[in-house]
């Protein structure tokens, strides 16, 4: 049976990558983005021809109610009634490193609604889709010891909501298991710049003495997890948190700055 995914914030980095594996394997692949229309274009194009399958972009910021609202009226629009995969990828991040006090409403609510609100908005209506067939998988992402970390210095918009959405899809998890619904979240290290979108392969003459494994962490490093997750065999497996760090202690490091 031809399944559906849709990754949002797919047009780059991981999503892209993500978005490429899943094409070449023979999933129909929607991708959200926010900006650049020639770059999701241009994948759009690479995935269609990669799945001979109808791939498709859709734009919207699902940061906002409004955005993600648009995202799922788009899909009615272009007649997708159904998402079998959901890939919550998107998330807005602030590099910058500032106390709770520091942060202003704007980028409080928009690492907020981002990271976590986007997640119900649109799980909210498509998780009623995989209910009728009965079968759906759901991937988030987190971040290294998400789901027991006590907090996170200088972090404290990105870790609220991220520590919230893996509470949430341990939840979801649990309410849709009777469905034949998965919901689990890959908490990738630190995988920078374009390492997101390159293969391991690329990374076995690269050494990275900050990691146990000695080789910088990548985009296909992600991606396999992923692919793993939304098999069919892999039904019980589910509200699992999945560290993909190469054994690094990402968070260790900055709390001993």
Request: aromatic share 8%; proline share 2%; glycine share 10%.
């Given at each position: 049976?031809?399944?559906?995914?849709?990754?949002?914030?797919?047009?780059?980095?991981?999503?892209?990558?993500?978005?490429?594996?899943?094409?070449?394997?023979?999933?129909?692949?929607?991708?959200?983005?926010?900006?650049?229309?020639?770059?999701?274009?241009?994948?759009?194009?690479?995935?269609?021809?990669?799945?001979?399958?109808?791939?498709?972009?859709?734009?919207?910021?699902?940061?906002?109610?409004?955005?993600?609202?648009?995202?799922?009226?788009?899909?009615?629009?272009?007649?997708?009634?159904?998402?079998?995969?959901?890939?919550?990828?998107?998330?807005?991040?602030?590099?910058e490193r500032k106390k709770m006090s520091d942060y202003?409403?704007?980028?409080?609510?928009?690492?907020?609604?981002?990271?976590?609100?986007?997640?119900?908005?649109?799980?909210?209506?498509?998780?009623?889709?995989?209910?009728?067939?009965?079968?759906?998988?759901?991937?988030?992402?987190?971040?290294?010891?998400?789901?027991?970390?006590?907090?996170?210095?200088?972090?404290?918009?990105?870790?609220?909501?991220?520590?919230?959405?893996?509470?949430?899809?341990?939840?979801?998890?649990?309410?849709?298991?009777?469905?034949?619904?998965?919901?689990?979240?890959?908490?990738?290290?630190?995988?920078?710049?374009?390492?997101?979108?390159?293969?391991?392969?690329?990374?076995?003459?690269?050494?990275?003495?900050?990691?146990?494994?000695?080789?910088?962490?990548?985009g296909e490093d992600i991606a396999r997890i992923l692919?793993?997750?939304?098999?069919?065999?892999?039904?019980?497996?589910?509200?699992?948190?999945?560290?993909?760090?190469?054994?690094?202690?990402?968070?260790?490091?900055?709390?001993?700055?």
């Open positions: 049976m031809e399944k559906t995914v849709l990754i949002t914030g797919g047009s780059k980095g991981i999503g892209s990558y993500t978005a490429k594996l899943l094409a070449s394997s023979g999933y129909r692949v929607i991708i959200n983005y926010r900006s650049d229309d020639q770059q999701a274009e241009e994948l759009v194009s690479e995935l269609s021809r990669a799945s001979s399958k109808q791939c498709v972009a859709i734009k919207a910021d699902i940061a906002s109610k409004e955005g993600s609202m648009s995202l799922l009226n788009q899909l009615s629009a272009q007649h997708i009634q159904s998402i079998d995969i959901l890939i919550h990828n998107a998330g807005p991040y602030i590099a202003s409403y704007e980028e409080w609510d928009n690492m907020i609604n981002g990271n976590l609100n986007a997640v119900f908005y649109l799980s909210k209506h498509i998780v009623p889709m995989m209910r009728k067939k009965k079968w759906g998988r759901l991937i988030t992402f987190g971040y290294d010891r998400v789901d027991n970390v006590s907090g996170w210095i200088y972090r404290s918009a990105f870790a609220s909501a991220k520590s919230g959405l893996a509470s949430l899809t341990k939840t979801i998890a649990l309410e849709e298991a009777e469905n034949g619904i998965t919901a689990n979240m890959i908490c990738p290290g630190d995988i920078e710049g374009d390492w997101k979108e390159r293969d391991i392969a690329d990374s076995k003459g690269s050494d990275d003495h900050d990691n146990p494994v000695g080789r910088p962490g990548t692919k793993f997750l939304i098999q069919d065999d892999s039904s019980f497996i589910t509200g699992a948190i999945i560290p993909v760090t190469g054994g690094k202690d990402v968070l260790g490091k900055v709390y001993r700055k």
